[in-house]
């Protein structure tokens, strides 16, 4: 899986920007080594994640290279000595303060008071909301909240988008998605003739719920200076003539509407409209009869018994017949 959805730090840590891995492994205790291991913790000194990575290396006691700051002698020295876990969450004495940062009344004030220095960083190399997400491990709205306290747009555009959340989204399971993957969703359901009264209607939200959504992403595309994707609904199709009678003439020879609305790429309404001349009625070709009522009427008088030949009237006529 990727190291987004994993919440691994090492997607933030600086040593991913640099050319040539090698350098945080020299060899001996030469003058060009020791100067090659003092490069290597200048770039750990400013990866935001340094602390994480110094505590994965000594609780996988790593034998060899510089992790967090600490060569193969550093570590050496630290041996035997306890160590303590980056973030150690503490129950709460008070229901309103956040159980993983004690002291603070929310997970945002809490990362803005001990983790500050991280975010920043993040922000300067521009991570995206997956990525600092995955660093402080917490989940996309509070970074977004912790970046709007910060009067950091959120960076959306690098997210990874999850195409099979989007398509159980637009067919209305209930499915978490990201701020990426409900746009593209809306626009999805907006080019299917929806509006976000639909969208509400389809998930069951309460109303104007999609729109105050596409609002606030609306401000946020707004700030960090990008174009917002259209989501203006599409005008009707126009057919031409030739179009209209290929279709009317498909439908009398037996297509069905699904089958021809597959084929023009529209709706079967509109299918179903225009074989049955209610659109372009100035073009000609064999126009499908509308649907009669007639069957429907036949069958309501044979199934509750009106009439003679009635299912009711016969079953009548064979128990009478039988006694």
């Known amino acids: 899986m990727s190291a987004l959805f994993t919440h691994d730090w090492r997607i933030a840590a600086a040593c991913q920007d640099v050319e040539d891995p090698e350098i945080f492994f020299p060899i001996g205790h030469s003058p060009q080594a020791i100067a090659q291991e003092e490069e290597a913790k200048k770039i750990c000194r400013r990866c935001p994640v340094v602390e994480r990575c110094r505590q994965w290396a000594l609780e996988t006691r790593q034998e060899t290279g510089v992790w967090g700051g600490l060569a193969e002698d550093d570590r050496r020295a630290l041996k035997g000595k306890p160590v303590q876990p980056a973030v150690a969450p503490q129950p709460s004495s008070r229901k309103n303060r956040?159980?993983?940062?004690?002291?603070?009344?929310?997970?945002?004030?809490?990362i803005l008071g001990t983790r500050l220095d991280e975010v920043r960083a993040l922000v300067e190399r521009s991570a995206s909301v997956h990525e600092i997400a995955a660093v402080l491990d917490t989940n996309m709205p509070t970074v977004r909240k912790v970046l709007e306290r910060l009067d950091q747009?959120?960076?959306?555009?690098?997210?990874?988008?999850d195409h099979s959340?989007?398509?159980?989204?637009?067919?209305?399971?209930?499915?978490?998605?990201?701020?990426?993957?409900?746009?593209?969703?809306?626009?999805?359901?907006?080019?299917?003739?929806?509006?976000?009264?639909?969208?509400?209607?389809?998930?069951?939200?309460?109303?104007?719920?999609?729109?105050?959504?596409?609002?606030?992403?609306?401000?946020?595309?707004?700030?960090?200076?990008?174009?917002?994707?259209?989501?203006?609904?599409?005008?009707v199709r126009t057919f031409s003539e030739r179009e209209v009678l290929a279709m009317r003439e498909k439908?009398?020879?037996?297509?069905?509407?699904?089958?021809?609305?597959?084929?023009?790429?529209?709706?079967?309404?509109?299918?179903r409209s225009i074989v049955t001349g209610k659109r372009y009625p100035q073009y000609g070709g064999p126009i499908r009869a509308a649907r009669s009522?007639?069957?429907?009427?036949?069958?309501?008088?044979?199934?509750?018994?009106?009439?003679?030949?009635?299912l009711a009237a016969r079953t009548k006529h064979e128990m009478g017949a039988a006694a």
């Open 153 to 161: 747009p959120a960076d959306d555009s690098t997210e990874k988008v």
């Open 98 to 110: 956040s159980h993983r940062y004690p002291g603070y009344a929310t997970a945002v004030d809490g």
């Open 251 to 271: 439908s009398h020879a037996g297509a069905t509407d699904l089958e021809l609305s597959m084929q023009f790429d529209c709706n079967r309404e509109t299918v």
């Open 165 to 235: 959340a989007v398509n159980r989204f637009v067919q209305g399971f209930p499915v978490e998605v990201t701020d990426a993957e409900f746009l593209i969703a809306v626009q999805i359901c907006v080019g299917r003739d929806m509006t976000l009264i639909d969208v509400d209607r389809l998930h069951g939200w309460e109303r104007k719920t999609a729109e105050n959504w596409v609002n606030r992403l609306r401000k946020r595309y707004q700030r960090a200076g990008r174009e917002f994707p259209s989501l203006v609904r599409p005008s």
């Open 293 to 310: 009522t007639r069957g429907l009427k036949a069958s309501r008088n044979h199934m509750c018994g009106h009439g003679d030949n009635s």
